[in-house]
């Protein structure tokens, strides 16, 4: 009797939809890393938009009096030497950060995306002619590029945005690239063919979509690596002109006063630092989740 | 015959490769009537696949049709533009490949992937392709299909892959089917029941099939004529039961020499010498000769063409009859 009636119950116990993302969310769920890295990233996002808001001062207030004083109720990540609140600029900073690496990653990506896709689906010299590009751009110190970039055009947060969004699209291209080269020959892409779908409906619903999981791992990557390179240009005095705070900006000026004044370094390098590895802990946790033979 | 639905005529494919050209399919000619069909059996790289993938226009990389012509009801397939063929291809003409594994998108629910082609090809509003969607899921087997509808490929076995490739093919209710090795990638039992499916369709809607096959057991259980390819050239060609009765070519009895059939333990295997041959150049003998135990001096010397030993029983020998009678 109860075993009779056991496999029923089961089946009826249990008819959840499963969708694509919902079975990625539960792969995902399961690193615990990846979670916290969600968290902050959430945090860091919600901070970037309400941040200026919520900011005691403002990041150009300076209170001279209380210069180079360390952590107190008043400012709780203390000053730097000419006032500014620490506290305040972190959130500024925030802000900036965010559009950088949003905007230059996504300059990078749609470079990439489409001069990978044209490569990979047309071939021959159009695929040549793209891989000597990425060649090139790999060949090439990215850094110095971007230095160049900068000096010509300016310290402004749009140079600086399209500096680094320019110069980093060749993994994205040679990523995409190979990933389309790989189905275009495949089975699913000829019995498409086979079934009267026309070259723009197969890169559409089959190409894209299949490329998508990788990019978006490839993208989760990528911004990490936009923000170090945007701070990397602080430390060489090209990054964000002064006073618009940045990462990079009080980083390099608190290495000066490291032993004097250690709190200048701590807080917002400390920060970044998580920043970046929420960043590859999520970038992670995607490549997971995002693989159809993830399992359940 | 007059009126078949797809003829094909003395059709070259070559594939250029760097250093040389490989001549693939060499002069073969066939038809299919409506509601034939019409078994292509070969060994492996003899050119069967890739003598119907011509055809459709569906070579890859390298290949290329140097001669020959393919009507599909008087249409000449091999001059039409890209977008004329892809409006034929899935509509009139529906195809189902090797490989249920990788033929699917992984990223489309199979519900939406058998609508696509109605929509593509205007075959049916949005909500006549969803019902016949769900229509077709019923009719080759799979349950539940409302809510298998909204199911993506990996969460179905190989076999229910392979139908809803076949939904995915007749969708449009094409006039021919072209099935390439269709239960190559299954395992026996839903070969059968693959087969079953595809013969209940074709007797349903009166369509032509013609079924790719390296099994001889499929090609002779399933089709009403068979044709035999080797080295790109047509062997021979017969309807079922002559050709069941009278083989006339040594290589259609070699091949029927090595099949396995289950209670036949003591009959010894005998399997064909040798192996096919990469075809760098177009055959000027028999092609077969070297693996052929009814050679003659006449064999290494001669292309034998393709001729008439009976109704419609086509063999390209020098020594049918001789081979005919001795199998006999």
């Known amino acids: 009797m109860a075993v009779a009636s056991m496999p029923t119950s089961s089946a009826t116990a249990s008819p959840r939809r499963r969708s694509q993302l919902g079975m990625a969310w539960r792969r995902y769920r399961r690193n615990w890393l990846a979670v916290a890295g969600l968290v902050w990233v959430i945090l860091f996002l919600i901070i970037g938009i309400i941040g200026p808001w919520i900011a005691p001062y403002s990041y150009q207030a300076t209170d001279f009096l209380n210069a180079n004083q360390g952590p107190t109720w008043q400012h709780i990540f203390g000053t730097d030497n000419l006032g500014h609140d620490m506290f305040s600029e972190i959130l500024w900073s925030v802000q900036n950060a965010l559009e950088i690496a949003f905007g230059a990653t996504l300059i990078s990506f749609v470079v990439g995306v489409i001069l990978g896709l044209w490569a990979g689906l047309k071939g021959g010299a159009a695929d040549m002619f793209v891989m000597r590009l990425v060649d090139f751009m790999f060949a090439f110190p990215t850094f110095f590029m971007d230095l160049i970039l900068v000096t010509k055009f300016g310290r402004g947060m749009g140079p600086i945005l399209f500096a680094i969004g320019i110069t980093g699209w060749a993994g994205y291209a040679r990523l995409i690239r190979s990933l389309v080269l790989g189905m275009r020959n495949g089975e699913m892409v000829e019995a498409a063919t086979a079934l009267g779908a026309t070259q723009w409906h197969i890169m559409r619903r089959y190409l894209f979509p299949n490329v998508m999981n990788s990019m978006l791992v490839a993208l989760a990557f990528g911004i990490p690596g936009d923000l170090t390179v945007m701070a990397g240009l602080s430390v060489v005095g090209m990054g964000l002109r002064p006073p618009l705070p940045s990462f990079g900006n009080m980083i390099a000026a608190a290495g000066g006063n490291m032993l004097g004044y250690p709190w200048l370094m701590y807080f917002p390098a400390g920060i970044f630092a998580i920043t970046l590895l929420a960043f590859l802990f999520v970038a992670d946790g995607l490549q997971e989740a995002l693989n159809p033979k993830g399992g359940f | ?328």
């Open chain 2, 1 to 328: 015959m007059a009126d078949a639905l797809l003829t094909v005529e003395n059709l070259h494919t070559e594939f250029t490769r760097q250093e040389d050209v490989i001549y693939a399919v060499n002069g073969v000619s066939f038809s299919v009537a409506p509601g034939e069909t019409l078994g292509i059996v070969g060994e492996s790289g003899s050119g069967k696949s890739v003598s119907v993938l011509s055809v459709l226009g569906l070579l890859r990389g390298s290949g290329k049709v140097t001669q020959g012509s393919a009507k599909f009801e008087g249409t000449e397939l091999l001059k039409l533009k890209r977008r004329q063929l892809e409006d034929i291809r899935g509509r009139d003409i529906g195809v189902i490949f090797q490989d249920p594994m990788t033929s699917l998108n992984p990223t489309m629910r199979i519900g939406d992937q058998i609508m696509e082609g109605m929509l593509t090809h205007h075959y049916a509003s949005r909500k006549a392709a969803y019902n016949r969607t769900i229509d077709l899921l019923t009719e080759v087997g799979i349950p539940e299909p409302t809510s298998r509808f909204r199911n993506y490929p990996f969460e179905f076995s190989g076999g229910m892959r392979q139908r809803v490739m076949i939904a995915m093919a007749i969708a449009c209710e094409p006039q021919l089917l072209i099935a390439d090795e269709p239960t190559t990638a299954l395992d026996v039992t839903v070969q059968m029941q693959v087969l079953a499916l595809l013969q209940k369709l074709r007797q349903k809607s009166r369509m032509s099939v013609v079924i790719i096959t390296h099994d001889f057991g499929v090609a002779t259980n399933f089709c009403d004529r068979i044709m035999v390819m080797y080295a790109g050239k047509v062997m021979e060609s017969a309807p079922l039961e002559e050709f069941l009765k009278r083989p006339a070519h040594p290589y259609t009895i070699g091949l029927k020499a090595s099949i396995i059939e289950v209670g036949q333990s003591n009959r010894v295997l005998q399997p064909i010498p040798g192996t096919t041959q990469q075809l760098t150049e177009p055959p000027r003998a028999c092609p077969f000769v070297d693996r052929c135990a009814f050679a003659q001096d006449a064999c290494h010397e001669e292309l034998p063409e393709l001729r008439s030993i009976g109704s419609d029983h086509l063999v390209a020998c020098l020594r049918a009859e001789e081979v005919m009678s001795h199998a006999g």
